[in-house]
């Protein structure tokens, strides 16, 4: 799966920083803990920028490039950063056999980002993702932890002026 | 003692449709009223008739309440629970009598299933593990810890035929004495709940119902093959079920049901949980492993077997969610009972997600041998807006597809194998005739080339071939030679492969090439997509004697790709139209057609 790498400079806070050392001292040298350790970094960043690699794979005792394999072959790990409001469109056979292709192609021309992109100013990013286990409902979508289901292309625009403020 | 119990569904698809929210509203307009020691407001795991939620059940009546908002509540608290008058209105169609409310397992939805792994989802509140209990939960678990032999113990789950409920259908007795039979010092459960197939969702289910009934089934495969330590290995997109299996393992362990010499047995069995990460290829066993110890999940190739050398190279026990949930019954029912059920080669019961054109989305549990046609007309309640069947989608991406000629088929392992299809884990999306079939074969391949972990040739460089087939085929530039080298591929890359993900990679091409050879001769000779899906293969027209010369297509088309004058017929510029379909949907005369 091919990973967008962000451009966007990495700036952290002390308190990211302090939580980071904290889970990377808890496990430092186990190296099965690895995946644990990259998701809560996730959850602290959103996303995981080389700097956050490269203290992870310090503090664990494994190589950079494992880090980084790691995080590029799970479709859960992140390399460029989510949006405020993190669009998900389920692409599930459930999902795209009730159309969510045209769902994902109508928010993706409304806000001018393709899937796994984030808008200039940060506000909405995009991605389309793999059964989220909502079939009942057919297409779905998710806004951050909002989830609308048994939607059609049409509904797009009333959704996202939800988020316009 | 409570005279009411309020069953509301806290599964994914009903919490989607705001069901928290409705235990929210009932629990403080319950008390608002004053019955709080009358009235017990319970949240479950899944019905299973997910089309229909978010679900209410209120017993001793047994009222299903469907598609419930939160501002219904006040209403079934008003009405219901303070005057015992039952609301109508809101009762499942299915269910209404004239007498009174009838029973839910005598609606067509129900009455042909026999729920097993299913059996406390929806009936107890999963985060309370004395409401297993009173279920005959942990029952099994004693049974074979004080009264069974691990040999016996295995021979009750040979005896039951019980066969894997992940795909591949390898009896599961079988697997636990391959390795019961390694000496070692130190040997694991797995569980693996990375349910990665795109429209299964019954191990979210139970996970998120009955997640004791896993603990405990985990803990008997433990005791049988000699492992005091099991990993769950979960997807990280079911919080839901991560939550309430975190819940469950910390209260058999302040109970003494897991831990250290349970029921003063001497035998000890530790849990863990590890998060995956979103890959599908990790639902492979040896890649799941390969995923618990830290690494990227690419598979191993085998032998070694699990059984000899598996997670952190001892010898390991995997099976997956829905297996391990029929285990405690066929200890406490005996073997018999179990195989009393299925077919002659595939015993017990199939848990199937039934999606996309079907009414009656949601979770069913037949015994082996059900028709698909049974399931679909049934159970299902057919196909919405009056289309026709087409074909059912089995097995994910790893399966084929059942075209209507065989809907008559029972459905267990060995019959799906014979028409080239696969039971997969139990996905079952229903397909009517608006799907074309070229155009699902790409939408799996797409998947599979997103998910191929890129150990081997044959799949990370055969699928993306077929995939660029298969776009040839659809944009109208295909051969029919294009469809003999896709064939050759396909067999190509299903004998070469590592693991079973490029193996069974070509399966959906393969069956639809079966079932659907003249869609794709449609695509590669007559240049045009039956279905009318394939966009490159559609032309927008105007039927010049239904168009009133409104303009409104006109007005619409973003690239004026549509000319005319007013009260005369329009058309439309073929080589200028980007086959939005804006046009075809302002049309109020149906005089734009697709073809």
Known sequence: ?165 | MYRSHVLVCGGTGCTSSNSPKIIEQFETLIKEKGLEDEVKVIRTGCFGLCALGPVVVVYPEGCFYSEVKPEDVAEIVEEHLLKGRIVQRLLYDETKSSEQVKPLKETDFYKKQNRVALRNCGVINPEDINEYIAYDGYQALAKCLTELTPEQVIQIVKDSGLRGRGGGGFPTGLKWSFTAANQADQKYVVCNADEGDPGAFMDRSVLEGDPHCIIEAMTICGYATGATEGYIYVRAEYPIAVKRLEIAIAQAKEMGLLGKDIFGSGFDFDLHIKLGAGAFVCGEETALMTSIEGNRGEPRPRPPYPAVKGLFAKPTTENNVETFANIPTIIREGAAYFASMGTEKSKGTKVFALGGKIKNTGLVEVPMGTTLREIIEEIGGGIPNGKKFKAAQTGGPSGGCIPVSLIDTPIDYDNLTAIGCMMGSGGLIVMDEDNCMVDIAKFFLNFTVDESCGKCTPCRVGTRRLMEMLDKITSGAGTLEDLDKLEELCYYIKENSLCGLGQTAPNPVLATLKFFRDEYVAHVVDKKCPAGVCKDLLQYKIIADKCRGCTACARKCPVGAISGTVKNPHSIDTAKCIKCGACMETCKFGAIIKE
């Open chain 1, 1 to 165: 799966m091919l990973k967008k790498i962000s451009k966007i400079p990495f700036v952290d806070t002390p308190e990211q920083a302090a939580k980071l050392d904290e889970i990377i001292a808890k496990h430092a040298g186990d190296a099965s803990q690895l995946m644990h350790v990259m998701q809560v970094a996730q959850e602290i960043y959103g996303y995981l920028p080389f700097e956050v690699q490269k203290k992870i794979a310090d503090g664990i005792g494994v190589t950079l490039e494992k880090v980084y394999g790691v995080a590029t072959f799970y479709a859960q790990f992140a390399l460029s950063p989510k949006g405020k409001y993190a669009i998900s469109v389920c692409l599930g056979t459930a999902c795209y056999v009730k159309g969510s292709q045209d769902v994902l192609n109508e928010i993706s021309a409304q806000l001018g980002i393709e899937a796994e992109e984030c808008t200039a100013d940060g506000k909405f990013s995009l991605s389309a993702c793999r059964c989220i286990g909502a079939c009942g409902l057919a297409p779905v979508m998710t806004v951050n932890d909002d989830v609308y289901g048994k939607i059609t292309a049409k509904d797009v625009p009333s959704i996202l002026a939800k988020y316009a403020e």
